[in-house]
């Protein structure tokens, strides 16, 4: 029973996380320069090895889709098991402000 519980639990977050990358690519779309804070989020993190070179690449891969807004949020927002667990360690940090994480997520409950 406790796996079960676990289970959906993480799909609820992986869920949200989704609908936040969502909102996020949105927000990117119309505010192209704050992928160079996303930039700097991704170097730092793998400079002070607080990810694997496999997920640095994967980072990267999305990132350099940013030129053409479809490709980005289809590669964001994929729904793959590599993707959904990236988004877990997501590097779009502070992208979204309070307000607009509570109104993408008040959203997803609509």
Known sequence: MAYHQKKYQQQGADQRSLCLHRC???KIKSNPAL????FDTLESRYAE????????????????LSADHQQFYNA???EDKTTT????????TGILNEKERRDCLAALLD
């Not at 667990?85 to 779009?92: E, G, H, S």
Request: charged share 10%; net charge positive; aromatic share 12%.
């Open 24 to 26: 996020i690519a949105h």
């Open 35 to 38: 992928l160079t804070q996303v």
């Open 49 to 64: 090895r607080l990810m694997s070179y496999g997920s640095y690449l994967h980072w990267q891969a999305i990132l350099s």
């Open 76 to 78: 964001l927002t994929a």
């Open 85 to 92: 667990a990236l988004r877990r360690k997501t590097i779009f």
